[in-house]
């Protein structure tokens, strides 16, 4: 199974950027990095998703390592709605398991 | 245009009864996945239908079955309750051949077993 190494929690004010990292030493050549978030509640939901080239999209940006063994969730304006666990996966390209570590708890402060 | 629906929401069992949860996928969608989710840990995947077949397969017991219906919709059924079964189920849908594989999750399913 593909392995993701991510903080427990995170704090970040309200209105300013936050860096939610992830490691994943023994990522493959194949394996597409993806984030989700579950805010309290409800299912995850997709963010973002990179292969390896760094991805805008209008919720955040996934800025990857040029060795693809780290990546960087990049949220520019934190809200209170942001407030929720983030996961980094990784997806295998042979198959459709994601596999969720523990993620990272993000708390935002007004 | 509805989303993933899960049912029922809530639900109570004792040890050593039956369940079947089921999910209706995303209007579009052919693939469901589900995954077990117990408090304060990250989803974990059960497994996954399409062409109304099992397709791929996390690490869990026997005791935890699926089916896929004609129209997409799926059950998942777990025997011999354990306590340790006590978690939340969630229902995800994606469509074959999209090329990021994006999963859309319902809200889950809640068993408790005593």
């Known amino acids: 199974d593909a392995k993701t190494t991510q903080p427990n929690s995170m704090e970040s004010n309200e209105e300013e950027p936050v860096h939610l990292p992830c490691n994943h030493s023994t990522i493959s050549g194949t394996d597409y990095i993806h984030w989700y978030r579950q805010l309290p509640s409800q299912g995850p939901e997709y963010v973002i998703h990179?292969?390896?080239s760094n991805v805008n999209n209008r919720m955040a940006s996934l800025a990857i390592a040029e060795d693809r063994k780290s990546s960087t969730l990049i949220l520019h304006r934190a809200t209170l709605r942001d407030a929720a666990v983030y996961y980094c996966i990784l997806r295998e390209n042979t198959g459709n398991q994601f596999y969720f570590g523990t993620g990272t708890s993000l708390t935002v402060i007004p | 245009d509805a989303g993933v629906t899960q049912s029922p929401t809530h639900l109570i069992k004792t040890r050593g009864q039956q369940v079947t949860l089921r999910c209706s996928p995303k209007?579009?969608?052919?693939?469901v996945s589900w995954y077990q989710q117990a408090l304060g840990q990250g989803p974990q995947f059960i497994f996954q239908y399409y062409e109304e077949e099992e397709r791929q397969r996390g690490n869990f017991p026997d005791r935890f079955s699926g089916h896929q219906f004609p129209n997409y919709s799926s059950e998942l059924n777990v025997n011999a309750l354990l306590l340790g079964d006590s978690a939340l189920y969630l229902c995800?849908?994606?469509?074959?051949?999209?090329?990021?594989?994006?999963?859309?999750f319902g809200e889950g399913s809640r068993l408790t077993v005593l």
């Open positions: 990179g292969l390896t």
């Open positions: 995800a849908s994606s469509l074959v051949g999209t090329g990021n594989g994006e999963l859309f």
């Open positions: 209007s579009g969608h052919d693939t």
